[in-house]
């Protein structure tokens, strides 16, 4: 019965759609846009990525044409937490790729397989994943190590001067690889329970990085979206703008 959900169910029904409908979706596929990676960091807010915040970034990146391919590293989680508790699940142990493999529908690849040659940008989407499994900003702050195929990656975008995309907390990685990158993760100050995460700005700030949303020079480009509490759309229309950003400074 599962196999039923597989490739070859969806090509039956692909088959049998009425004729309108398959019109409908060949008209609106466009010529190939800019090739962007997205780096995933697992499933789920408290442990990996953000899923609200990937999924905006796919619909982003959809709607300005970009052809897609996702990432995570191949590597244990620090842990697992349950999200229905908020509590950490002691006796559980996930694999970062497998999990991430949850967001991208079963199409994702080692991020050791990530090159530059294959890809005009790179954008990190947020959840706690980043600092936990990218990095161990979570338990180190400022003092934190990278994961080292997620510092390769940044430093040859860089290095290459393709643009970086990166929301919420996974500014972090930006501030502690590349010297002097200006980022946002939004304000310094908790204003009433708006910005929860308000200590990350300070630790970005000791990092050397700065506040910004767009930073031409070092093409890079950041938005707050989960750091702050807000309404979903702000931080779907906030993670758009990054998305536009982006794309505009691949010049396709």
Same mark, same amino acid.
């Given at each position: ?121 790179? &954008? ?110 702000? &931080?779907?229309?906030? &993670? ?13």
């Amino acid at each position: 019965m599962l196999a039923a959900c597989g490739p070859p169910f969806r090509a039956a029904l692909c088959r049998a759609a009425p004729p309108g409908i398959a019109a409908f979706h060949s008209s609106s596929r466009r010529p190939r846009g800019a090739r962007v990676a997205v780096v995933l960091s697992g499933c789920g807010v408290y442990d990996g990525t953000e899923i609200h915040e990937a999924s905006a970034i796919l619909v982003h990146l959809s709607r300005g044409g970009a052809e897609v391919q996702m990432y995570a590293p191949d590597v244990p989680q620090m842990h697992v937490v349950d999200h229905s508790k908020g509590q950490p699940a002691e006796a559980e142990s996930r694999n970062v790729l497998v999990e991430s493999a949850r967001i991208a529908r079963g199409k994702i690849t080692s991020l050791a397989k990530l090159t530059t040659a294959d890809h005009d940008a790179v &954008i990190f989407p947020g959840g706690f994943g980043a600092a936990k499994n990218l990095s161990t900003f979570a338990v180190d702050g400022k003092d934190c190590k990278v994961n080292r195929e997620v510092e390769r990656v940044l430093k040859d975008f860089h290095k290459a001067g393709k643009p970086i995309g990166l929301c919420c907390i996974s500014p972090v990685l930006a501030a502690k690889v590349l010297s002097g990158a200006e980022v946002t993760v939004g304000h310094e100050e908790e204003e009433g329970g708006k910005w929860p995460y308000a200590g990350t700005a300070g630790a970005i700030k000791e990092l050397g990085g700065k506040h910004s949303h767009v930073d031409t020079k070092n093409k890079v480009v950041t938005t707050p979206a989960f750091m702050c509490e807000t309404e979903l759309h702000h &931080i779907f229309d906030g &993670i758009g703008a990054m998305v536009k950003n982006v794309l505009k400074l691949t010049g396709k």
